[in-house]
């Protein structure tokens, strides 16, 4: 019994992963779009002192921004919402499965083979500069200085 319930909700979190309930109020959770989409009326138009316009004019203007916005962004995300959820996901999915099946292996190819090429560098250095730079030291080791102050 203990086992088939443990199964049984596997096969729940499995579906809850793709099916998982969206919260419909807080639709930024992670705050991605926190200064880049804020857009109110004042933003955008604003009349320096000396130059106003009518005071029913304003308010007009302030309804018919906000308004418009309101529902310019309604009607677009309702008709391209979906054909871009569909193209970003897409999108992503082409990413990934790059990453996954063609960046990694070519990066972890690229690893092994630098190893080898690393251990034959690693051999000639040693092989040909490790005795110059030895004898080097021995003909510099009997190099005195003496630094003296003249009056």
């Known amino acids: 019994m203990a086992e088939e319930r443990t199964e049984l909700e596997e096969r ?15 639709r ?13 009326f004042e ?3 604003a009349e320096p002192v000396g130059t106003y316009s009518f005071d029913g004019v304003w308010k007009t203007s302030y309804t018919t921004f906000t308004v418009s916005k309101y529902w310019c962004y309604r009607l677009l995300s309702a008709i391209l919402g979906i054909p871009l959820a569909v193209v970003w996901g897409f999108l992503f999915a082409l990413i990934s499965f790059c990453h996954i099946w063609a960046v990694v292996p ?3 190819s ?16 040693h092989t040909f500069c490790d005795p110059l730079f030895e004898a080097l ?10 630094l003296r102050k003249e009056i």
């Open 12 to 26: 729940i979190i499995i579906k809850d992963q793709h099916t998982k309930e969206i919260d419909l109020v807080n």
């Open 110 to 125: 690229y690893l092994i083979e630098i190893q080898c090429v690393s251990r034959i560098y690693s051999l000639c250095i």
């Open 43 to 45: 933003d955008v138009i």
């Open 28 to 40: 930024d959770p992670k705050h991605i779009n926190e200064d880049v989409v804020k857009v109110d």
């Open 106 to 108: 070519c990066i972890k």
């Open 137 to 146: 030291s021995k003909i510099c080791s009997n190099v005195r200085v003496a």
